[in-house]
């Protein structure tokens, strides 16, 4: 069974797709051979990042004709699934690929979400990347994910009700906005470069919880320019880096990039941006969304944001005092 269910009451989609508990979680399973390692049949070829479909995808080209229900609304699961490998290395995070690398990724994100964003049924392109068993990592091979959504989902529905409120009262951008006063406060800033500004939110849910935000007005990564597309990169390995210097482990995270619809709609009022969502609140506890999260959606924070975010500008400095001495 693949299909889209209405939740009529929290007006959303779900994705319904029964084939994916088949999929393999290399832990478990034992996974002979990673299907992304340059032995693999599935990744043959010369190529240093690589966009691929995905084997277990909960969206498809051609879904299968939803049930028919007499209350309640489904819609056909039409979408695609791809997966975006990094590198060939079977380990390693953002972080520790280099600079030009990580470029070629920002370019091939910025490519996929071009090319499946013109496919007709597709409204969203979802770009993101989870790492870290904790968060449910089923295969460690470095490799971010992208679902093209027939469907704008709720997260971002939500972030372009207010930012088009916003813009309509006070004629400028909201993140814009939320860009300048966090550079002024500066409190919050962990780590800025020419293009990009890097800061945990004042409203953070997730102790220790970043924001990437273009200091230029843009929608989409596709509008960044080549100078931008390196600082994207700069800044996306530099969160990572500090993230695995804050404890000393490789620190698990959910990044999640946020950009305008494909619907074909203008969205000029809107901000790309990405968010980093790592689950620890100390080196030795993780944060669990719980009751008051998961059962009435308010979120605790259990610190002073401007705390966690100093933690994170000092390993911020050792971070990037390793990455340029690497580079001697
Ligand atoms: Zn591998
Ligand atoms: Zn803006
Ligand atoms: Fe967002």
New binding site residues.
């Given amino acids: 069974m693949q299909e889209l269910r209405w939740n009529p009451v929290l007006d959303e989609w779900v994705i319904v797709a029964s084939h994916r508990k088949e999929r393999p979680v290399d832990s478990v399973d034992k996974v002979k051979q990673c299907p992304f390692c340059p032995t693999s049949p599935e990744v043959e070829g010369e190529w240093e990042v690589l966009s691929l479909p995905n084997k277990f995808p909960s969206l498809v080209p051609n879904p299968p004709e939803p049930t028919k229900h007499r209350f309640y609304r489904t819609k056909q699961a039409r979408g695609m699934c791809e997966v975006i490998l990094e590198t060939k290395e079977h380990e390693g995070d953002l972080c520790d690929l280099t600079l030009e690398r990580m470029k070629k990724v920002v370019d091939l994100y910025a490519e996929r979400y071009s090319k499946l964003g013109k496919l007709r049924y597709v409204k969203y392109v979802f770009i993101f990347r989870n790492k870290g068993e904790v968060i449910g990592v089923t295969l460690h091979h470095p490799h971010s994910q992208l679902y093209a959504l027939p469907f704008i989902p709720p997260v971002v529905a939500r972030e372009l009700k207010s930012s088009k409120r916003y813009y309509r009262k006070r004629g400028e951008?909201l993140?814009?906005r939320i860009r300048r006063v966090e550079e002024e406060d500066a409190v919050r800033v962990v780590y800025e470069n020419v293009d990009f500004t890097c800061f945990l939110p004042f409203y953070a849910k997730w102790p220790y919880e970043l924001h990437v935000y273009p200091k230029r007005?843009i929608q989409s990564l596709p509008e960044l320019t080549e100078k931008e597309r390196i600082s994207l990169a700069d800044a996306l390995r530099t969160v990572t880096a500090t993230y695995n210097a804050l404890f000393g482990f490789s620190m698990p995270y959910i990044m999640a990039i946020h950009q305008k619809p494909t619907d074909g709609k203008s969205y000029d009022y809107y901000?790309l941006h990405v968010e980093f969502y790592p689950p620890y609140r100390s080196r030795d506890k993780l944060k669990y969304p719980a009751g008051i999260e998961r059962g009435a959606g308010t979120w605790t924070y259990d610190a002073a944001p401007e705390e966690k975010a100093e933690e994170l500008r000092k390993a911020a400095l050792i971070a990037v005092k390793k990455s340029s001495s690497a580079r001697l």
């Fill in positions: 951008c993140f814009c007005h901000h």
